[in-house]
T-cell receptor, first 116, second 112 residues
């Protein structure tokens, strides 16, 4: 596609439920990032994939959060036993192969998660 | 880890005047400093960036300056226009690191 696509755009769930958020990066981009943006804050790094592997998952807040990218393209962020504090906009971004990488992150529109 | 502070948190400027936003960072090995613009309900988009081997970079009405010794960098917008109203985020990438650490944002309002 033309840009990074994220689904769903909005998700409302109840405390304790399981949630999956999907990211479809720009075709050919090898690097994929997940960020979390709370109201009035800057994006907070969660995890970075280079190809299929998680190269840096130091930003995942706890073991309720997990992300996969099995074929090196689409990624899914999974949140177990959701808590009200997980409410935020979850942003996905991608960048091209390192040799072509200017450093720019191409963001999706985000998935707004609300935990009631 | 990297610590990025951004000031001011809000800024109102008369149309046509200049706006300056400043960020400081903690890791002296950081080597890449982008600025992103985020309009309400939209995705962050890169507007300008600078690398550590350069002191200043300009693109039309936008410029970024970097002071590596003091570990701060600034965004300068001249001849501001209503469409410049948005939230601006600075970010920093450390040496050998692939992730960006973002500042807390500055809400810029251009007063017609």
């Amino acid at each position: 596609g033309a840009g990074v696509s994220q689904t769903p755009s909005n998700k409302v769930t109840e405390k304790g439920k399981y949630v999956e958020l999907r990211c479809d990066p720009i075709s050919g981009h090898t690097a994929l990032y997940w960020y979390r943006q709370s109201l009035g804050q800057g994006p907070e790094f969660l995890i970075y994939f280079q190809g299929t592997g998680a190269a840096d998952d130091s930003g995942l807040p706890n073991d309720r959060f997990f992300a996969v990218r099995p074929e090196g393209s689409v990624s899914t962020l999974k949140i177990q036993r959701t808590e009200r504090g997980d409410s935020a906009v979850y942003l996905c971004a991608s960048t091209p192969d390192r040799g072509l990488n200017t450093g720019e992150l191409f963001f999706g529109e985000g998935s707004r998660l609300t935990v009631l | 880890g990297e610590n990025v502070e951004q000031h001011p948190s809000t800024l109102s400027v008369q149309e046509g005047d200049s706006a300056v936003i400043k960020c400081t960072y903690s890791d002296s090995a950081s080597n890449y400093f982008p600025w992103y613009k985020q309009e309400l309900g939209k995705r962050p988009q890169l507007i300008i960036d600078i690398r550590s081997n350069v002191g200043e970079k300009k693109d039309q009405r936008i410029a970024v300056t970097l002071n590596k010794t003091a570990k701060h960098f600034s965004l300068h917008i001249t001849e501001t226009q209503p469409e410049d109203s948005a939230v601006y985020f600075c970010a920093v990438r450390g040496f050998g690191n692939e992730k960006l650490t973002f500042g807390t944002g500055t809400r810029l309002t251009i007063i017609p």
